[in-house]
């Protein structure tokens, strides 16, 4: 992979300005891409609680914001959550994580396939 060193160290910069909870989202999303994930599987995948809503309250919200993530708010209740791939930094993150980080992306996936329970 050539990647331009101005555009890593960019992505380095944004995920460094990021609270945890955001660098694990966006982590989260960028290995499962292209498939989106529902606020409850996000959130088991991250290590946060689904009762607490921790998610919910801010880094969901800011990330959109961001144009980092898109999400579909399919009713009142249920999202579906997906990485923003036309988003630079993002595309140039999804890549660096489909080339570097296979076995995460596996359990990710196993995760998913599972239906959002460990194995």
């Given at each position: ?102 076995e995460?992306?596996?359990q ?12």
């Open positions: 992979m050539n990647v331009e060193a101005t555009a890593a160290y960019n992505l380095l910069l944004t995920l460094h300005s990021y609270n945890t909870a955001k660098r694990k989202v966006l982590l989260t999303l960028a290995h499962v891409y292209p498939r989106s994930v529902s606020g409850t599987q996000l959130a088991k995948m991250t290590g946060y609680s689904t009762k607490a809503n921790v998610l919910y309250r801010g880094p969901i919200e800011e990330l959109e914001a961001d144009q980092l993530i898109l999400v579909d708010r399919l009713t009142p209740r249920l999202y579906s959550i997906r990485i923003n791939h036309e988003h630079q930094l993002m595309a140039l993150f999804i890549d660096l994580c489909r080339e570097a980080g296979g995460l992306q596996a990710f996936l196993d995760f998913i396939d599972a239906g959002g329970e460990s194995k």
